[in-house]
């Protein structure tokens, strides 16, 4: 029965990518245009499971990143408000040893990997996938969506240098000027970023009680204030007194940027990634800086991502 199940994905699937436009990816895979957005081979096999056949529970909390935006300190930060306990018991926290990809699912590649039972057992997940195709259970009342968005500068600059370390050392390395054409013209996974933005920003408009939206220089820049705005979101506020107060303060600096980069679960540490092989869990802490991508841009390339940055958010009223 397993088998015949599988099969009928697998076709279906394999149906839809041969009619899809696609393009040669970065590393092994393809990319496919689906639903208006550029997706991994692997991922549209998992997406096309979860539109099928995820359900939502009420009480799940969906995590939603384009990528390189923030996902990695997302992940640990709202893990370590549901499991706030564990910062009054440090030998016992998770994070201590497992990085924060392996505690928090994405949820498309989950799927990928366990098509006949593609919900995971976790509450807290995560997803790449554009608001418009997630499955419609997500949107469901009770399911908490949150979302970050980071300049799109810092954004393709964090992508070029994790996609060059990902790359076998027998390839060649991708130019910054060949991944900032493919950046703009929106022929990155999941792009276009401004469209993935966009669809996030207006449901948050709409559903403020579902989708909550953040940007990730606000939070470096007010860490507790947005730590205790989320928790609120998800109806477990911190307390408002002085051990509310110091709790809040505890999550933020464990879940910092100087903090978890220097376990040695994320320094020495890997963790398998399905559809790549093992990723060493450094790969995923670099600078955690707000404009590092002044340090490599040409002046020109900034002032073009600001300019379409600003032209598609301006008439939706989003902070660029
Ligand atoms: P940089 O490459 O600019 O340093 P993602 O987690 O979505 O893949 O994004 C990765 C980016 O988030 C990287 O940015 C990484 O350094 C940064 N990052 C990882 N952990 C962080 C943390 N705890 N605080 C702030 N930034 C973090």
Same mark, same amino acid.
């Given at each position: 029965?397993?088998?015949?199940?599988?099969?009928?994905?697998?076709?279906?699937s394999d149906?839809?990518?041969?009619?899809?436009?696609r393009?040669?990816?970065?590393?092994?895979e393809?990319?496919?245009?689906?639903?208006?957005f550029?997706?991994?081979?692997?991922?549209?096999?998992?997406?096309?499971?979860?539109?099928?056949h995820?359900?939502a529970?009420?009480?799940?909390?969906l995590?939603?990143?384009?990528p390189?935006?923030?996902?990695?300190?997302?992940?640990a930060?709202?893990?370590?408000i549901?499991?706030?306990?564990?910062?009054?018991?440090p030998?016992?926290?998770?994070?201590?040893?497992?990085?924060?990809?392996?505690?928090?699912?994405t949820?498309?590649?989950?799927?990928?990997?366990?098509?006949?039972?593609p919900?995971?057992?976790?509450?807290?997940?995560?997803?790449?996938?554009?608001?418009?195709?997630?499955?419609?259970?997500?949107k469901?009342?009770?399911?908490?969506?949150?979302?970050v968005?980071?300049?799109?500068?810092?954004?393709l600059?964090?992508?070029?240098?994790?996609?060059?370390k990902?790359?076998?050392?027998?390839e060649?390395?991708?130019?910054?000027? =060949?991944? *900032?054409? #493919? !950046?703009?013209?929106? %022929?990155?996974?999941?792009g276009?970023?401004?469209?993935?933005?966009?669809?996030?920003?207006?449901a948050s408009?709409?559903?403020?009680?579902?989708?909550?939206?953040?940007?990730?220089?606000?939070?470096?820049?007010?860490?507790?204030f947005?730590?205790?705005?989320?928790?609120?979101?998800?109806?477990?506020?911190?307390?408002?007194?002085?051990?509310?107060?110091?709790?809040v303060?505890?999550v933020?600096?464990f879940c910092s940027?100087?903090?978890?980069?220097?376990?040695?679960?994320?320094?020495?540490?890997?963790?398998?990634?399905?559809?790549?092989?093992?990723?060493?869990?450094?790969?995923?802490?670099?600078?955690?800086q707000?404009?590092?991508?002044?340090?490599?841009?040409e002046?020109?390339m900034m002032?073009?991502?600001?300019?379409?940055t600003? =032209?598609? *958010?301006? #008439? !939706?009223?989003l902070? %660029?």
């Amino acid at each position: 029965e397993q088998t015949l199940f599988n099969k009928e994905k697998e076709d279906d699937s394999d149906q839809i990518l041969s009619v899809l436009p696609r393009e040669r990816g970065w590393l092994s895979e393809h990319f496919h245009l689906y639903q208006g957005f550029w997706c991994p081979t692997i991922v549209l096999k998992g997406l096309l499971i979860l539109q099928k056949h995820f359900r939502a529970q009420p009480s799940d909390i969906l995590l939603a990143t384009y990528p390189k935006s923030g996902t990695t300190w997302l992940k640990a930060l709202l893990f370590t408000i549901t499991n706030r306990t564990c910062i009054s018991h440090p030998d016992q926290n998770p994070l201590l040893t497992a990085n924060p990809h392996e505690l928090v699912p994405t949820l498309e590649l989950y799927a990928a990997a366990n098509p006949v039972n593609p919900k995971p057992p976790n509450s807290l997940m995560h997803t790449h996938i554009p608001y418009n195709s997630l499955p419609e259970s997500t949107k469901s009342p009770g399911c908490h969506i949150v979302y970050v968005y980071r300049d799109p500068k810092d954004v393709l600059v964090s992508w070029w240098h994790f996609v060059n370390k990902l790359k076998p050392e027998a390839e060649p390395r991708i130019s910054l000027a =060949e991944a *900032f054409e #493919k !950046f703009s013209k929106g %022929a990155l996974p999941f792009g276009p970023y401004w469209n993935h933005v966009l669809g996030y920003w207006k449901a948050s408009i709409e559903w403020p009680e579902r989708v909550f939206f953040l940007r990730y220089e606000d939070l470096k820049k007010e860490p507790c204030f947005h730590t205790k705005r989320l928790a609120k979101f998800l109806g477990q506020p911190f307390t408002t007194d002085k051990e509310g107060e110091s709790l809040v303060s505890k999550v933020v600096e464990f879940c910092s940027f100087k903090n978890l980069s220097n376990l040695d679960v994320n320094k020495t540490g890997s963790h398998s990634v399905v559809g790549f092989r093992v990723i060493e869990n450094k790969t995923f802490f670099r600078e955690g800086q707000v404009g590092d991508s002044q340090n490599y841009l040409e002046r020109e390339m900034m002032d073009h991502l600001d300019q379409v940055t600003e =032209e598609s *958010f301006k #008439k !939706f009223h989003l902070k %660029a």
